[in-house]
């Protein structure tokens, strides 16, 4: 993924004076303009000349219980406003829409095909959402500058799909070339058969494909992260094997503590029961990492003083 050394501008426009109406954003130095528009709002987009153009859009619905993931949609369209008022006759699952448009008028037909097989491609991979999609789109021959320009739309697409807080295209476990970005890998090991590894994220905590849930749970277990736990292993998301309860896919848990609750069926600390391969627990760690950032901040000062 494209990163770039430099901060970014975004500027949000309250179309209607309203955080839950409809929002226009733009970003620095960019000539693609973004629209998040809620489903009753589509009917209010009849006199906006920019939604008549050509657009790739993706359309976003709500999970249906706490372990399922949100569902999303992506398509293109030379008229998007006619596309998203037949969506909301014919697509139930959606709450709202974000449009990407040029605001120059710069995308064609083969662009935008080009967009939408991209963004399925990478939404598919992140697996975050379950792809509504009933096909996988094709993708159109462009030239090779044209496929330059669009790869570097599809980064501002990410950026500002992430910054609205659709995680559609971000995987569980992000890459980065950052070292003090990257997060060890933590372990748990618990009574009947509890055995996870996972890893810190910035939005919660994943789990790993291969941690094995505690084959029973305590009589004081509480009953939210129970019911969270029995919903997981009557899904798809764990597999029974053996008398083992295996955990069948990457899931991301909303804190550490959720994490090893559920993990070890019974109520848990996180930040104590995670622990690094050289026993230190996570308490323990992000302890060290705030002792660092202080560290590093007094030299910086006492550098500055010095000049």
């Known amino acids: 993924m494209f990163q770039s050394k430099y901060g970014k501008t975004i500027k949000l426009f309250l179309v209607d004076a309203d955080p839950d109406g409809r929002m226009i954003c733009e970003l620095s ?6 629209y998040r528009i809620p489903r009753g709002k589509v009917k209010d987009c009849a006199d906006r000349p920019e939604l008549k153009s050509t657009a790739v859009y993706i359309l976003f619905g709500r999970p249906e219980s706490s372990t399922e993931k949100p569902r999303a949609y992506i398509g293109e369209a030379e008229n998007v406003y006619s596309r998203l008022v037949q ?53 159109s021959s462009i030239s090779e500058s044209d496929q330059a320009e669009m790869e570097e739309f599809i980064e501002y697409v990410r950026m500002l799909v992430n910054t609205m807080n659709f995680k559609v295209f971000e995987p569980l476990i992000k890459e980065s070339s950052d070292p003090n970005y990257d997060m060890e890998d933590l372990f748990l090991k618990g009574a009947r058969g509890a055995s996870g590894k996972g890893k810190r994220v910035s939005d919660g905590f994943v789990v790993f494909k291969g941690s094995e849930f505690a084959f029973s749970t305590v009589p004081s277990f509480p009953k939210g992260f129970n019911a969270l736990r029995e919903e997981l292993i009557k899904g798809d998301s764990v597999s029974e094997s ?3 309860l295996i955990l069948s896919e990457d899931y991301l848990f909303s804190s550490p503590s959720a994490a090893a609750a559920v993990i070890m069926g019974r109520s848990a600390n996180g930040l104590v029961e995670w622990k690094s391969k050289k026993g230190e627990t996570l308490k323990d760690i992000e302890a060290s990492e705030i002792e660092k950032a202080n560290k590093a901040l007094q030299l910086t000062a006492g550098s500055a003083v010095h000049l």
């Not at 130095?29 to 973004?34: D, E, F, S, V």
């Not at 935008?112 to 963004?119: D, F, G, T």
Request: aromatic fraction near 10%; hydrophobic fraction near 35%; glycine fraction near 4%.
């Open 242 to 244: 053996q008398d083992k």
């Open 29 to 34: 130095n960019w000539t693609g303009k973004a």
């Open 87 to 139: 969506h909301v006759a014919e697509k139930e699952f959606w709450n709202e829409a974000v449009v990407f448009i040029s605001k120059d008028e710069n995308l064609n037909k083969a662009h935008i095909k080009y967009l939408e097989s991209r963004l399925h491609e990478l939404a598919t991979n992140a697996g975050r959402f379950h792809i509504q999609n009933g096909n996988t789109p094709t993708k």
